[in-house]
């Protein structure tokens, strides 16, 4: 299995994502983090990150999960070196994954080492057993208006939540996500704990914050 997890962006050590994708990778960039925002935003967005992919010499397009369902997500991902799933509200995100067949696509195929998954913030996040806590931070209300429910299970691919942006002042919700690990703590729940400019690698039997 292949993760490449940054708190914020490509975060510092984008070269382990080259690495792990192969150099020229070719991939998929998924930003339903963002449903129901501003969609200029959105389109602005997934462009940067396809730039900075691009920057650091991968290809990626836009891969919109509203298009797609379980019939047709397969065939529209085809066999990419990677995905690169862009932060926002981890609740959203979630459930256009389970929407339209990306959850049981993912989970099969990084538990084939078929690709890697790449990513930040809720691109993260999603890959913990559960999502119960990060509600302080991101609200449920805008998933279960577009999918008519709130998804609290994660894919189940970590062995314990994610939580980025700590300790980091330039982030607007490092305050919030800090009182989410102390609570996690509190409550005896192990979490990967990510610092902007952090990254959670995950290689075969390695898992390394760098």
Do not use: K
Request: hydrophobic content about 40%; charged content about 25%.
């Amino acid at each position: 299995m292949r993760l490449y997890l940054s708190s914020y962006g490509l975060g510092d050590h984008s070269e382990e994502l080259v690495r792990m994708a192969g150099p020229r990778a070719r991939g998929w960039v998924v930003a339903n983090a963002l449903d129901g925002g501003d969609e200029e935003r959105r389109a602005q967005d997934t462009a940067r990150q396809i730039d900075a992919l691009a920057a650091i010499g991968l290809e990626a397009r836009d891969l919109d999960l509203r298009e797609h369902d379980p019939s047709t997500i397969g065939r529209a991902v085809g066999a990419p070196d990677f995905l690169w799933v862009r932060g926002g509200n981890v609740f959203t995100l979630r459930g256009a994954m389970a929407r339209s067949g990306l959850d049981a696509l993912l989970v099969e195929a990084l538990r084939a080492d078929a690709l890697v998954h790449a990513g930040f913030s809720a691109g993260a996040c999603v890959l913990a057993p559960s999502l119960a806590g990060l509600e302080h931070c991101d609200p449920t209300d805008e998933a279960h208006r577009l999918h008519g429910e709130v998804r609290t299970a994660g894919l189940g691919i970590l062995d314990r939540p994610v939580v980025p942006h700590l300790d980091s002042p330039e982030h607007p919700e490092s305050g919030l996500l800090g009182e989410v690990s102390r609570r996690y703590a509190r409550d005896g729940v192990a979490h990967w704990r990510l610092r902007d400019g952090e990254v959670l690698v995950v290689d075969g039997d390695r898992a390394e914050v760098v």
